[in-house]
């Protein structure tokens, strides 16, 4: 019978982590191809499982951007194979030698890449997780255990299911991704206690689920994933190209953390660029929330689309077609609205202006710091990493797109000619 207790599951999990570290690059390149082709040969039974899942969700009016996440079809799980195969086919970190020197005193020292160990990965909405963090852990020779929100609990079961099947055909540890099969929050409190099976816990969601981990784990937490996400639009900016990359990053997927919350606009093309944003966005079905500037820019009366910025707007993370514009009279007045309301998560410029792009790079210390580009490209896909298990936002360890090199720490190999220390 499997385990079910968190416990069992942890205690499971760090045994077969022992197997999963000491497997060859090879075979763990084939457990993952081997799980993508499970799922292909099951997407019927996933789709089903789904559908079941975002039934309910719609029964209970959940939020139209919280039903985009959670759901699955057949393009997603297309991409879904796809990224999964693309992580297979990436250079293994695992005992990767680094900073390799000979000291004076006749010793040979390295670094050399090793797993984590045990991860834990608690999320919501989103099933394409389930598989994402799973193929990485697998790749870099961790051992997870996965527990997804009581919306996804069908998705996630038929998900893993195909996981566990792709293991047992490649020979590894089915026991290398455990799955709390429960909705029970009081689980995930205990799960932050295993501090002696639990290596790191790796929350995806909302903040209250990062407040949560953070304030109840013995275990040490790597935050992200929430995105209060800006690009400012520099006086220097070509406008017409600079329309379709605000365009992308607010329509092309809203409900996800790397979607576009604000638009800063310069005051010297603000009475241009304004306009032509909102007219653009708007037959998109964006809905604006504009400072005082930004309104005076528009024709009286305000479009529909329009509605005077409140309180705590610009401190959103809106995960739908809402858009906060806000007029600015300098690079500096952009940059310190960036450091007071962004969550450090992708930012960026659109500017003509070399200086002032190599400014806001300079400036702006947040995981992902975009010239002249959509805020979507952070990904791990897009930016060749084949996928993600979280976008950290802190400092130590990781930052950004969370992959398989940051899912290894490193040991320090010392070697001698039977020296001892003087």
């Known amino acids: 019978m499997a385990p079910t207790s968190p416990h069992s599951l942890a205690r499971a999990a760090r045994i077969a982590s022992r197997s999963l570290a000491q497997s060859s690059s090879d075979i763990r390149q084939s457990a993952l191809k081997n799980i993508a082709d499970e799922i292909e040969k099951n997407r019927n039974f996933i789709l089903a499982s789904n ?27 297309g991409w879904i194979t796809t990224d999964l195969r693309r992580v297979a086919d990436l250079p293994d970190p695992v005992g990767e030698v680094f900073d390799e020197q000979l000291l004076p005193n006749g010793l040979n020292v390295r670094k050399q890449r090793v797993p984590m160990g045990v991860l834990a990965i608690i999320y919501e909405a989103r099933p394409n997780v389930t598989v994402d963090a799973a193929g990485l852990a697998i790749k870099s020779g961790n051992t997870v255990i996965l527990r997804g929100s009581r919306e996804t609990l069908n998705s996630n079961r038929a998900l893993v299911q195909s996981i566990h099947n792709g293991l047992k055909t490649t020979g590894l540890p089915e026991g290398s991704v455990q799955f709390v099969d429960s909705a029970d929050r009081e689980l ?41 996400c800006h690009l400012f639009v520099d006086a220097s900016a070509d406008l017409a190209r600079a329309l379709p990359v605000v365009r992308n990053a607010k329509i092309q997927r809203p409900s996800v953390c790397n979607a576009l919350d604000t638009v800063l606009v310069h005051s010297y093309i603000a009475g241009k660029f304004i306009p032509e944003l909102v007219s653009t966005l708007t037959a998109d079905g964006v809905t604006f929330h504009i400072d005082e500037a930004a309104a005076n820019s ?37 940059i ?38 959509s805020t979507r490209f952070t990904d791990g896909s897009q930016l060749g ?28 190999v010392i070697e001698g000619d039977y020296l001892a220390r003087p």
């Open 51 to 77: 559908q079941m899942d975002v039934e309910e969700a719609k029964k209970g009016n959940l939020a139209e951007a919280f039903i985009d996440r959670l759901l699955l079809n057949e393009e997603r799980i």
């Open 188 to 228: 995930v409190f205990e799960l932050l206690k295993l501090h002696n099976e639990i290596d790191l816990i790796i929350p995806r969601g909302g903040s209250s689920l990062h407040k949560f981990c953070r304030e109840n784990s013995l275990i040490p937490v790597i935050t992200g994933g929430i995105g209060i």
């Open 298 to 334: 528009l024709p009286t009366p305000l479009p529909s689309s329009v509605a005077p910025a409140r309180e705590g707007d610009f401190d959103t993370e809106w995960l739908s077609l809402v858009l906060g514009i806000k007029v600015v009279n300098s690079l500096d007045e952009a």
């Open 336 to 373: 310190d609205h960036i450091s007071e309301h962004s969550t450090a998560h992708s930012d960026g410029i659109l500017t003509e202006d070399k200086a002032n792009a190599d400014t806001f790079v300079s400036r702006v210390d947040s995981a992902a710091v975009y010239v002249n580009a």
């Open 385 to 412: 990493l084949g996928a993600e298990v979280a976008i950290s936002t802190q400092r130590l360890h990781a930052r950004g797109p969370m992959a398989l090199r940051e899912l290894t720490t490193f040991k320090w």
